[in-house]
């Protein structure tokens, strides 16, 4: 693994987008697949080679492909990415970086004074590459619309801070085909590095669910040119959408209305009180 320093650093410190897409080009996914206890061969197993290790474990019945369907397979590639720029961002001096909860935003904070400070927050989107490969299969979410997004002062349930709180966000968007005949399932994958916003849409990625959708064309996402000129354009828009609130959404909503209160009246709270 490289460590780059240069590129990318504006006076003493290191810009985001540009660091982030210098480690996802080092990035590489190439799983052999998934790895079974069981098998059916002599022991010790000895191997030459990484090759010949994985002949000798296909031979002896210990691997077994990954999962096709596309939230499984995404997930892995992105605990695989987040892995691999957690080890990277160990290696800055200055910098700190902390995985996000399941199911909440992001996926990956990032700060530190080599950032320039404050919080940065990385949210990482697959999709899987339509048959023409001109198009990704289905919207990649950006955003959940009726929450965090909605709402951006308050810290909801599973985040670090809230939505305005963060100096940045940033998205890495990848995209592959999907190769059933290949244990690794994925080939050619591809990863992009852009601010939200560059590569939204006007639709959702959802017609059941209250999702903020990026564009499908592959190449649009690969430069960074979707339906907004500006991100004041995009906010204004997504947040004026009628997203529907349900009665879970409004439990939630009050809940972490009532945190945020406490959280300010502590802050403001004299540290030695007379």
């Not at 369907?69 to 987040?82: R, T, W």
């Not at 048959?131 to 959940?144: I, P, V």
């Not at 009628?242 to 439990?251: G, I, L, N, S, T």
Request: charged share 25%; hydrophobic share 40%.
């Amino acid at each position: 693994m490289r460590l780059h320093l240069a590129s990318g650093l504006v006076g003493d410190t290191i810009e985001v987008q540009a660091w982030l897409r210098q480690q996802c080009a080092d990035f590489v996914f190439r799983p052999e697949g998934v790895y079974v206890a069981n098998g059916d061969h002599d022991w010790p197993l000895v191997a030459a080679d990484a090759a010949d290790l994985t002949a000798h474990l296909e031979a002896g019945g210990h691997l077994v492909s990954l999962p096709k369907e596309s939230a499984a397979l995404a997930n892995v590639i992105e605990v695989a990415l987040v892995d691999f720029l957690l080890e990277q961002i160990a290696l800055l001096p200055g910098a700190e970086a902390r995985r996000g909860q399941e199911r909440s935003y992001p996926d990956l904070e990032i700060s530190g004074e080599v950032f320039g400070g404050g919080f940065h927050a990385v949210d990482i989107k697959l999709a899987r590459l339509a048959k023409n490969g001109r198009q990704t299969q289905s919207r990649c979410t950006l955003y959940t619309g009726n929450t965090y997004f909605k709402w951006p002062m308050i810290r909801w349930p599973g985040m670090f801070r809230s939505f305005e709180d963060y100096t940045s966000h940033v998205d890495i968007i990848g995209v592959y085909r999907l190769d059933l005949t290949y244990r690794g399932r994925v080939r050619e994958l591809e990863l992009f590095v852009h601010e939200p916003w560059r590569i939204a849409s006007k639709d959702r990625s959802s017609t059941t669910r209250e999702y903020i959708g990026a564009v499908v064309d592959v190449e649009a996402l690969r430069r960074g040119h979707g339906a907004f000129t500006s991100a004041e354009e995009f906010y204004r828009y997504w947040r004026a959408f009628p997203f529907r609130v349900p009665k879970a959404v409004e439990r939630q909503l009050e809940k972490a209305l009532a945190e945020t209160a406490r959280e300010r009246a502590q802050a403001l709270r004299p540290e030695n009180p007379e």
